[in-house]
């Protein structure tokens, strides 16, 4: 049973941080990523990390403000979101999948409930 759990969100004010976590459990993918969706907006990538040689991606609209990290041995993703802007508030969601392109494609098959951030 695949578990994907996140946390770590909420409100801060612009140019603050925040941490986001999700735990994984149940299998270990080879791609973990971070998705966001904003009240009327398509839910978009931010963030992925591809397990077997640890590269990452990071939107452009994100890039150099936002970090991702896979801990292996706890089986748990980081997304590091510094300089936070209020185009950033949105739900944000952890997903898991066993190919990059599903990440690429925006359909990974596992998904997390999902974890509020809202920057003012």
């Known amino acids: 049973h695949v578990q994907l759990v996140e946390s770590g969100g909420g409100s801060v004010q612009a140019g603050g941080s925040l941490r986001l976590s999700c735990a994984a459990s149940?299998?270990?993918?080879?791609?973990y990523s971070w998705f966001r969706q904003a009240p009327g907006k398509e839910r978009a990538a931010v963030a992925a990390h591809y397990t077997g040689t640890a590269t990452t991606y990071v939107a452009d609209s994100v890039q150099g403000r936002f970090t991702i990290s896979r801990d292996n041995a706890k089986s748990t993703l980081h997304l590091q979101m510094n300089s936070l802007k209020p185009e950033d508030t949105a739900m944000y969601y952890c997903?898991?999948?066993?190919?990059?392109?599903?990440?690429?494609?925006?359909?990974?098959?596992?998904w997390g409930q999902g974890t509020q951030v809202t920057v003012s």
């Open positions: 997903a898991a999948d066993r190919t990059w392109s599903a990440v690429v494609r925006g359909i990974p098959d596992f």
């Open positions: 149940g299998y270990t993918f080879n791609t």
